[in-house]
């Protein structure tokens, strides 16, 4: 099923997707939590938001990187359309999830014999 968000703000409020399930996992990143996502073909960096001062979560993700500046330009241009998002897997966050159950190979010695690589 393709989800849905609307640009409404400099930030996604979570309660704008529309598919609960993306909005679920969104809900439960830690804070300051970094993901990939595909919005209206476009791919980008996002941060979950931190909790705030009085102690409630901020149910909310920033863009970061070349991301603010595009999300920002659709602030501006496009506000109140909603466009597909959808999460995806990059190598980079791919292996970086992939070395947390391989520690096996985070070794000095491995460190030494594949340096070069």
Known sequence: MMSYVEISDVAIWLKHIDHAALRERLRNLPDEASLTLEI????????????????????????????????????????????PIREVTTAESYLTSLSKTM????????????RDL
């Open 40 to 83: 209206d073909g476009v791919v980008g960096n996002w941060s979950r938001m931190k909790t705030g001062r009085d102690g409630r979560p901020t149910e909310a993700i920033k863009p970061y990187g070349p991301m603010k500046k595009v999300w920002s330009e659709w602030y501006r241009n496009r506000r109140g359309t909603s466009v």
């Open 103 to 114: 520690d096996e190979w985070n070794s000095p010695e491995d460190d030494e014999a594949f």
